[in-house]
């Protein structure tokens, strides 16, 4: 396992001591254990189709309903 040196406000310290001395546990378990959490929760790599991700704000906007089919609506466009 590797050594990573970490830098952190002195109250976080305190914390950290505290919260160890009451665990029974060490620093580093308690840091891995963090991290391991912090990293389970990240959705950055969610998986699901482009509507499952972005369910929550389609057809949040007004549109003609045949604005994908209808080339008139490109009149104009980029211009």
Request: aromatic letters at 8%; a neutral charge.
């Amino acid at each position: 396992m590797d050594t990573l040196t970490l830098k952190v406000p002195e109250l976080l310290k305190e914390q950290l001591n505290t919260f160890a001395k009451k665990k029974g546990l060490n620093r580093s378990e308690i840091i891995r254990d963090a991290l391991t959490e912090y990293f389970s929760k990240d959705d950055s790599d969610r998986q699901g189709t482009f509507y499952d991700l972005s369910k929550d704000i389609a057809g949040s906007i007004n549109a003609p309903s045949d604005l994908s089919i209808n080339k008139r609506h490109l009149d104009g466009y980029g211009r």
